[in-house]
């Protein structure tokens, strides 16, 4: 006999692969991605947009650099402390989600028993389970409380354990994304020239758009080109409408 | 039975886990057990609310050290402004949701209000002062109730979740509540049953030690009737469900248990209504003096002098968070560490209730004594030897007794074949030519010649009237008895010397026989004792002296509920105790430390003497602050400082309780 049970039974091995497999498809379709990760590069690159609008904006006036390095620096100080709650406070939020549905669902699982057992049966005949296969499966899965909840949330509502980071370090990761960011925007600003601001800020974009598709196993040129455009787009719009109510 | 496995989570991950899901609910969607979260992330979910109380407190220091220099004034600034977020917002939502939501006007509302009003009087630090103080103290008291809550967690696990039924002929797995009566359930070796029942099939020992307190196990056959909780030891039985899972054994006791934990102090019950009362006046007061001040006296409304400031002193100083806290922490925190010792306490009363007790009141068997049996005499090394080697691979107390004596004597094992285990009466094998047989008594009479049965039979009752306990082996006809006797537990002759110290005095109350009564009294230093008393005579016995004076008993079988019930703190051994005992306890022993008793009635006496240092700390600190207050002598700052200076006093004095 091959490992390929990995000393599971047949029918506990069949379960298991189905419920990855709605776990992973549910995060294609747009499910939430948190993570320390996702906030910072997420964080970077929308400090990069932000930064290159108002620079693209503070132009217009009469600012010496001095001021305008003030001005963007003092812009990112508060910022970053915005997404840093943000980020946390959206996590939290999350979280508090997940909580109150599990919750439900237990409650369901602890008092309608026999229409769980009919959601369950449903879930499995779809998956193609029948007859006393389907009945044994959903038994063995409505005997324990732990494992029948665990089930309806991974399966049928397409969560996951153990998978979250908690919400502060995700506040964290967009804090240190937006401090990365501004830091080195600032940082080419203020030692080399404009073109280097617009070099960096490129590459910050490509950088964390390429991190992002990565994790997310999308492709990385499409993610990459699409979002510099749209960052080119946005400034394009700002400097214009600028320069259009500037003229009026 | 109770090994789970997994169905999208790899096993060995699974296993890690297993009761993450129980302990979520069972600690109220506590977020430091969240399932969703990483093992890291769990781990910094833990004691949050304190940890970032000691981060505001550092930042709020390092705030006003930097305020002092004029140009770093805007750093300080932004310092004050994250403490305001971190320990002010929690309050502010605490205090809007208790105003908006429950209709409620309390302390907290009291202390938030005062905080924040002090921004607008420039006072910041003082206001973030008065949050952090606050906060800390909170978050201290969460950390203890949760350590509290963990301690009894551990007992939920006594319930089994899933039963083998038996249906239409195959066996399967169903949840306990999916149960019906009726019900044919299936419990092999080392099992739970999962819900009362009575047995249809097989036989077997079985371990009530959870639920009775009686260590030996005990012989179940056909017809017998058998509690959730019982573990089964050899063989298998089959059950029919008497008693849903809601109501089965195991069940009440969790309940029993969960109930209690509610349990509030009268002391506390009344600070809890006056609370919201005091909370309200001090408001009043506070608005009267802020807008009516100036009418009456040459004042302004805004400044230092200003009826405004003087308005805000008052409404830190009057807020009782010390009055309020002195009772509940110093309880929180000697309950804590009773938890962390493994003594369980149906709240704070019991600690008053134990200061008022005289006499210490216990039970014999399973309390004094360990309720593990060691064999007392040997016929000689053969016999033992035959004995031992039938019972080398039981389970049951008998055959480990046996086995233990054989092996501390050094006498070798002989060789045994055609070993067979005949459940619920003993085992039998081949010693050289010779069948033999250990165990039960009965089934060994059933195996000798009439007239060797009778006079064995004589010779073993003897034994029993002693108070001991029986077991026979029968080898080439002839029959050789075992007896065995409790000892007392390690530390039980200490201690009832440090509770004499202490001014307890002891006696000990069995059903016992006179003669086993007698020695164990002797050894431990028990001079007062009573024995052979029924269930009702000690029941007697208990109410007169606890209506004399105060009375503690200690005790563990369902036979000591009623007097448990009955004295003045009734404590019951939590792993040998019955439901019933534990039930009618105050007290529970988590691991059956009696040897913690004396170390118990001093964490009482050491509670009453702090609550009453706690109460005078808190009335002084409201009283020498509210009065200057209000006659605008005393600044803000020291305002705050004086409150909160009487908060955090009984709040440290308090945790000297954890101490152990």
Known sequence: ?248 | MNTETSVAVPIGRRRKQEFVVRDFFELGLEESASPFLTPLARRISRNLPLKVSIGAALLLLLAYITSFQPHLYPLAAIMLAAVYIMVGVPALINSVEDILLRRDCNIDVLMTLAAFSAIFIGSGFEGALLLVLFALSGAIEDTVSLKAKNALIQLHRLVPLKAYVIEEGELKERAVQDVALGTLVLVRAGEIVPLDGIVVEGASSVNMVHLTGEATPIRRIKGDEVPSGARVIEGSLTVRVTHLSHDSTVSRIVQLITQAQSQKPLLERWFDRFSRQYALTIITISCVVALGLPFFLDLSYLGREGSVYRSLAFLITASPCALILAVPIAYLSALGASARKGIVLKGGVVFDALNRCSIVAFDKTGTLTLGELSLDEVVSNEILSYAASLERNAVHPIAKAIVKKCQAEEIPFCEVQEVEVIPGYGVQGKIGNEMAFIGDLSHALTLLPKEQARFFEEEAKQSQSQGKIIAALVIANRGYLFAFSDKARPGVTRMLLSLKKLGRRFLMLTGDHYESAKPLAKQVGIDDFEADLKPEDKLKRISALSEKEGLAMVGDGINDAPALARATVGICMGQVGSATARGAADVILLHDNIELLDWLFAKAAKTKKIVVQNLCIAIVAIVAGSIPALYGVLPLWLAVIVHEGGTVLVGLNALRLLKD
């Open chain 1, 1 to 248: 006999m091959s490992d390929h049970f990995k000393g599971k039974e047949a029918i506990q091995h069949i379960v298991e692969v189905q419920a990855n497999g709605v776990v992973s498809s549910s995060e294609i379709h747009g499910a939430e991605t948190p993570g320390f990760l996702f906030a910072l590069t997420d964080a970077a690159r929308e400090t990069t947009a932000a930064l290159v609008l108002l620079f693209v904006l503070c132009n217009f006036f009469e600012f010496l650099p001095d001021q305008l390095f003030m001005l963007l620096f003092s812009f990112s100080a508060g910022w970053a402390c915005w997404k840093f709650g943000r980020a946390s406070w959206l996590a939290t939020s999350r979280l508090e989600r997940l909580h109150r549905v599990m919750d439900e669902e237990r409650h369901e699982i602890e008092y309608n028993r026999a229409q769980e057992k009919e959601e369950l049966k449903a879930l499995y005949r779809a998956k193609g389970f029948q007859g006393k296969l389907l009945d044994d499966v959903v038994d063995v899965l409505m005997a324990d409380g732990d494992r029948a909840l665990r089930v309806m949330l991974e399966e049928e509502l397409g969560f996951r354990l153990d998978e979250n980071e908690h919400p502060l370090l995700q506040g964290l990761g967009a804090f240190l994304g937006v401090v990365a960011a501004s830091g080195l925007l600032l940082l080419a600003y203020n030692t080399a020239s404009q073109v280097a601001l617009v070099v960096t800020a490129v590459c910050l974009f490509a950088i964390s758009c390429y991190v992002t598709a990565k994790r997310e196993h999308n492709k990385s040129i499409p993610a990459i080109v699409w979002n510099l455009a749209i960052a080119l787009f946005a400034s394009v719009v700002a400097y214009f409408c600028m320069k259009f109510i500037a003229s009026e």
